[in-house]
């Protein structure tokens, strides 16, 4: 089955620097691959997804970018702000998986003024 | 807000009992997804319903069972309960079975004690 690995687990970042999570997922037919921010005690929420046709997503201060080739995929947050404080996930999936989604172990970003 | 609800919020129970959790999903999606979060993990994938029918299996024990009824809402009912099911249980809706984006429920917190 799917296997994804999520790293750093834990990443301080100053204020308006960026931040970089990156993904890496063993299965070669996963083709969706979304990101979730999880606040302390809330509920996970979507903040961007890629499928395997696109090598690059941007919204607004997040962009996401996928390497088929390597199987490896990324979060960008640019221009770092303490509200982006919070544990993201990463997670991968396959058309033949039903939207069952192997998700990533986390990492908690902290944003320091 | 995602719209989809869960009850109840929270749950504290002892070794042994039994419990259900109960999911709505959002107006229009017939998937439903249950995931169990316990402290400092990350998500793991239990279960998927579609229109009624179970679609996708994941780490989900033997003691734990869910249906998905005609009004599409969905039950995850937990017995014999140990101290190490003390989590957070998420359900999740999407409008399809394949690939798409998920939205999380705010979650039940399950105290066992």
């Known amino acids: 089955g799917e296997n994804v690995e999520q790293h750093p687990s834990t990443l301080s970042v100053q204020e308006g620097d960026s931040a970089v999570i990156k993904c890496t997922y063993s299965d070669s037919a996963s083709n969706y691959f979304p990101w979730y921010k999880q606040e302390l005690g809330k509920r996970p929420q979507l903040i961007i997804d890629?499928?395997?046709?696109?090598g690059e997503k941007k919204d607004q201060r997040i962009a996401v970018t996928l390497n088929k080739t390597a199987k490896h995929f990324s979060l960008h947050i640019t221009e770092t702000q303490p509200e982006d404080s919070a544990v993201y996930f990463c997670?991968?999936?396959?058309?033949?998986?039903?939207?069952?989604?192997?998700f990533g172990a986390g990492t908690q970003v902290v944003v320091t003024p | 807000d995602s719209g989809v609800t869960q009850t109840p919020k929270h749950l504290i129970t002892a070794t042994g009992q039994r419990v259900t959790l109960r999911c709505s999903p959002r107006?229009?999606?017939?998937?439903v997804y249950w995931y169990q979060q316990s402290l400092d993990q990350g998500l793991q994938f239990l279960i998927q319903?579609?229109?009624?029918?179970?679609?996708a299996k994941g780490n989900i024990l033997e003691r734990f069972s869910a249906q998905q009824f005609p009004d599409l809402h969905s039950e995850l009912n937990l017995s014999s309960l140990e101290l190490g099911d003390s989590a957070l249980y998420f359900c999740a809706s999407s409008p399809h079975p394949e690939i798409s984006e998920q939205y999380f429920g705010p979650g039940t917190r399950l105290t066992v004690t």
């Open positions: 319903y579609y229109n009624g029918e179970e679609r």
């Open positions: 997670a991968a999936s396959r058309t033949d998986s039903w939207g069952k989604f192997q």
């Open positions: 107006s229009g999606d017939l998937s």
């Open positions: 890629i499928r395997s046709n696109v």
